[in-house]
């Protein structure tokens, strides 16, 4: 499965950014999915996980309560709505795609990546 990220932007802080995840070239509802990100300097970190059914969410304490993951299997597409946003939350954030309903072998498809820029 093939994955594109967008929505990313530049944003004050308390404001909020919804970012899309396209995917295409297999059954998407056969995939959970995630959204990760990176800061300069940081290693990658783990935002959100949603699976294949969009029933069972994880979030780190980090995001939890100000940002919420979805999918719409209808449209291929996985949501990563980002509320009450942080300056530290600038990042470049990724999507990834996982086989199985949880992605217990890992998340094996990574799209490019989309800039988040929160201003003080």
């Not at 970012?19 to 959970?32: M, N, P, Q, T, V």
């Not at 940002?67 to 990563?80: C, E, G, M, Q, W």
Request: charge should be neutral; hydrophobic fraction near 35%; proline fraction near 3%.
């Amino acid at each position: 499965v093939q994955v594109v990220e967008s929505g990313g932007g530049l944003v004050q802080a308390g404001g909020s950014l919804r970012l899309s995840c396209a995917a295409s070239g297999r059954i998407f509802s056969d995939y959970a999915m995630g959204w990760f990100r990176q800061a300069p300097g940081k290693e990658r970190e783990f935002v959100a996980h949603i699976s294949w059914s969009g029933e069972a969410t994880y979030y780190p304490d980090s995001v939890k309560d100000r940002f919420t993951i979805s999918r719409d299997n209808a449209k291929n597409t996985v949501y990563l709505q980002m509320n009450n946003l942080k300056p530290e939350d600038t990042a470049v954030y990724y999507c990834a795609a996982g086989a199985g309903p949880f992605a217990k072998g890992g998340f094996g498809s990574w799209g490019q990546g989309t800039q988040v820029t929160v201003s003080s």
